[in-house]
T-cell receptor, first 111, second 113 residues
Framework: DAKTTQPNSMESNEEEPVHLPCNHSTISGTDYIHWYRQLPSQGPEYVIHGLTSNVNNRMASLAIAEDRKSSTLILHRATLRDAAVYYCILRDGSGNTPLVFGKGTRLSVIA | SAVISQKPSRDICQRGTSLTIQCQVDSQVTMMFWYRQQPGQSLTLIATANQGSEATYESGFVIDKFPISRPNLTFSTLTVSNMSPEDSSIYLC??????????FGQGTRLTVV
């Protein structure tokens, strides 16, 4: 699996936007960019995923660089509930393959 | 979406004993995945379980230590055998739903004393 690089930790103020970066310079043409997060004492949960175009859903936005070698997860207004470890994961589009987790970014949100 | 129920949610076990973790899904799925999360670490894939066939184990994990059953399309078990304190971890099962989205159970927090 292609690898991703994320900062170990980031900090944000409550109700401010948060931009979580991810580098994936060895991404292949069939790799989707997935983001999951793990809240304390819970299993990971899906956030968003995309292939080439920017994506928006109720939780977040995903901005994908034109060369697809990097992406940014955007939380538009961080809340205390958004404090979690965020994982950027590349996954082949064929599906039914397991997620391979890196170390992720631990996001702290300050009230 | 898929709802996953894992049992037990936590347990404290004596070294040398075995614990079987159950994973029940509310819909039929082709593959189920088992992960381990050691304290303060990320998730590591243990094995992939298909119904009707032997599980496929990742490097560093063996069937004698982590036997897996997959009797039908909604259920799987992972056994942690002959436990030692190093096996203290959170064990999670996962399935894939629609649109390549993965769903996870809440995990089983195992402490070996």
């Amino acid at each position: 699996d292609a690898k991703t690089t994320q900062p170990n930790s980031m900090e944000s103020n409550e109700e401010e936007p948060v931009h979580l970066p991810c580098n994936h310079s060895t991404i292949s043409g069939t790799d989707y960019i997935h983001w999951y997060r793990q809240l304390p004492s819970q299993g990971p949960e899906y956030v968003i995923h995309g292939l080439t175009s920017n994506v928006n859903n109720r939780m977040a936005s995903l901005a994908i660089a034109e060369d697809r070698k990097s992406s940014t997860l955007i939380l538009h207004r961080a809340t205390l509930r958004d404090a979690a470890v965020y994982y950027c994961i590349l996954r082949d589009g064929s599906g039914n393959t397991p997620l391979v987790f890196g170390k992720g970014t631990r996001l702290s949100v300050i009230a | 979406s898929a709802v996953i129920s894992q049992k037990p949610s936590r347990d404290i076990c004596q070294r040398g004993t075995s614990l079987t973790i159950q994973c029940q899904v509310d819909s039929q799925v082709t593959m189920m995945f088992w992960y381990r999360q050691q304290p303060g670490q990320s998730l590591t894939l243990i094995a992939t379980a298909n119904q009707g066939s032997e599980a496929t184990y990742e490097s560093g994990f063996v069937i004698d230590k982590f036997p897996i059953s997959r009797p039908n399309l909604t259920f799987s078990t992972l056994t942690v055998s002959n436990m030692s304190p190093e096996d203290s971890s959170i064990y999670l099962c996962s399935v894939e739903g629609d649109s390549f989205v993965a769903f996870f159970g809440q995990g089983t927090r195992l402490t070996v004393v």
